[in-house]
Structures are given as C-alpha cells and as structure tokens.
C-alpha cells in the first residue's frame, strides 16, 4: 500500500522562520519539538544546516553538533540545506541516523545538487531531494531528474511547492509520474 510509503514531516521550525527571521527563542524551540513529537509527525525539521554563527534562539544550525540537547531516542529530525549555502567539506561521517538532511535546490543548479546529495550518501547521510518549485518541471525533466536519482537514491524525494501556485491536479500528475519511475 503506497500510503505506508508516505510520510509527514512538520517544517514549522523552518518555513515558520520566514515570519520571525528564525527568532523562535531557545525555550519555544524546545516547546515546538516536544509538542510535534507527541503529535506522532514521522520528522520534525529543526531549521536550516547553514554556515552562520549558531544561536541557540535561532533555527539556523552552524553544524550537527549544535543539535546535542535533542531527544534522538524516540523522534526523526531533518535539517535543510539550500544548495550552495553549506560547504560539504563541514559534514564528516553521519554518527546519528535520526538526523536526516533535505537538500533544496534549483532546477538550473540541479546537477551540481545531486552531486552534492551523493557526497552526503557517501558519507553515510540520509538524504531527502527537494527539487524546489516542483511544478515548473516539464514531464520530461522531472523524468531525467528522477532517472538520475534513482543512481543515487536518496530517502525521499519532496514535491514542492515554492510559490504556493500548485493545484490539486498538479499535485496529483506530479505524484503519478514520480511514483511511477522513482525506485522504492
């Protein structure tokens, strides 16, 4: 049954920023994640992985090392990456399975971010595709896309919605298309 194939991942931590520049304070941050963990969401995103001072009231994250106060017994996390912000070069082998990474990027960039995803799968990450703005892919570059992640199959692949501008329909052609060439 495909429905045990989806599953949900909260971004408020992160898209939520966008309306409090990342300010949630360090005891609201705390409040949010256990509140999400008992609601049963598969993955909660903590914010974006970027190369910025870490703050601790902040949901930007300098290195997986400024996640230690985390409950990593009973809860997935994931961490956001816009390509082109996080050098590689920072991430060492991943040491904690409970963190997953989502890399974001543009389909101008695209080739570059797989290669980026594949680094990060070497180095033993989980790694989420999030090819942003889904819906301006042609039927045939969101083909090539998924063919070339199939090589390097990453933990999931997103549909996204950048600019709020998808239908119902375009939600549902992307997803056939996708479910039909993406491998399991």
Not at 32 to 54: A, P
Not at 162 to 181: A, Q, R, S, W
Request: hydrophobic share 40%; net charge negative.
């Amino acid at each position: 049954m495909i429905s045990s194939k989806i599953k949900i991942l909260d971004c408020t931590l992160r898209d939520g920023g966008y309306l409090v520049d990342w300010i949630f304070g360090k005891k609201s941050i705390h409040s949010i994640i256990e509140n999400l963990s008992k609601s049963g969401v598969d993955y909660i995103e903590l914010g974006f992985l970027k190369e910025k001072v870490f703050n601790e009231d902040k949901t930007f994250f300098s290195s997986i090392n400024d996640l230690k106060d985390l409950d990593f017994e009973n809860q997935k996390y994931t961490l956001m990456i816009n390509f082109g912000e996080y050098n590689i070069a920072n991430f060492s082998e991943c040491r904690n399975k409970n963190i997953k990474i989502r890399v974001a990027f543009k389909k101008h960039n695209q080739k570059e971010a797989l290669d980026y995803i594949y680094e990060l799968k070497k180095l033993n990450w989980d790694v989420f595709a999030n090819p942003m703005s889904t819906n301006t892919y042609s039927n045939e570059e969101l083909f090539i896309l998924i063919q070339e992640l199939n090589k390097i199959r990453p933990l999931g692949v997103s549909i996204v919605d950048t600019l709020g501008n998808m239908y119902e329909k375009d939600v549902i052609n992307i997803f056939n298309l996708i479910d039909m060439i993406l491998a399991p």
